[in-house]
T-cell receptor
Framework: GQNIDQPTEMTATEGAIVQINCTYQ??????LFWYQQHAGEAPTFLSY????GLEEKGRFSSFLSRSKGYSYLLLKELQMKDSASYLC???????????FGPGTRLSVLP | GAGVSQTPSNKVTEKGKYVELRCDPI?????LYWYRQSLGQGPEFLIY????????DSGLPNDRFFAVRPEGSVSTLKIQRTERGDSAVYLC????????????FGPGTRLTVL
């Protein structure tokens, strides 16, 4: 079966650091992706992990542990504009089926 | 255009009617994906095209849903005998090739079935 879990909602303060977790169980694995989606808009790509470890990209970092079926997205120096939903997705087969999690709605407060 | 475009942006129809949703991918992108997204949920995969062929249609919920991409560019998602449960935002995404890391999403078509 295909299952991706994320917390439904999180709240953090401007300037702080927040970690959004994602656990997955899929029949195949060829990469884990994080997308950002502002309300009423299309998802935009943030990061990609296919090997274990941390990928850093500016204020955003993403971590993957394939043996644990676990990833997290780390957002540093939070800004108000980071208030959005963050979607974890697994590419199940090579270049074909993407399975998205339900998304985590992050609210950044002043 | 520079990005993925979808038309119409909004579609309201009555139960039982037929609808067509159009997606124009980024020029040169060979891979095209259709998803649908309900409120508060992540996108749900429907179908993936590589070129003109549907490489994976395992996400289509039933035979009322069909999609084509006859020339390997524009794609049309067709829904017959619409039901209220079909109401959702239908998202299209494209990537350079199927193994590309980044998918580029269009703005979506909000379908409402009354």
């Amino acid at each position: 079966g295909q299952n991706i879990d994320q917390p439904t909602e999180m709240t953090a303060t401007e300037g702080a650091i927040v970690q959004i977790n994602c656990t997955y169980q899929t029949s195949g694995f060829n990469g884990l992706f994080w997308y950002q989606q502002h309300a009423g808009e299309a998802p935009t790509f943030l990061s990609y992990n296919v090997l274990d470890g941390l990928e850093e990209k500016g204020r955003f970092s993403s971590f993957l542990s394939r043996s644990k079926g676990y990833s997290y997205l780390l957002l540093k120096e939070l800004q108000m504009k980071d208030s959005a939903s963050y979607l974890c997705a697994v590419r199940d087969n090579y270049g074909q089926n993407f399975v998205f999690g339900p998304g985590t709605r992050l609210s950044v407060l002043p | 255009g520079a990005g993925v475009s979808q038309t119409p942006s909004n579609k309201v129809t009555e139960k039982g009617k037929y609808v067509e949703l159009r997606c124009d991918p980024i020029s040169g992108h060979t891979a095209l994906y259709w998803y649908r997204q309900s409120l508060g949920q992540g996108p749900e995969f429907l179908i993936y095209f590589q070129g003109t062929g549907a490489a994976d249609d395992s996400g289509l919920p039933n035979d009322r849903f069909f999609a084509v991409r006859p020339e390997g560019s524009v794609s049309t998602l067709k829904i017959q005998r619409t039901e209220r449960g079909d109401s959702a935002v239908y998202l299209c995404a494209s990537s350079l090739i199927g193994t590309s890391i980044e998918q580029f999403f269009g703005p979506g078509t909000r379908l409402t079935v009354l």
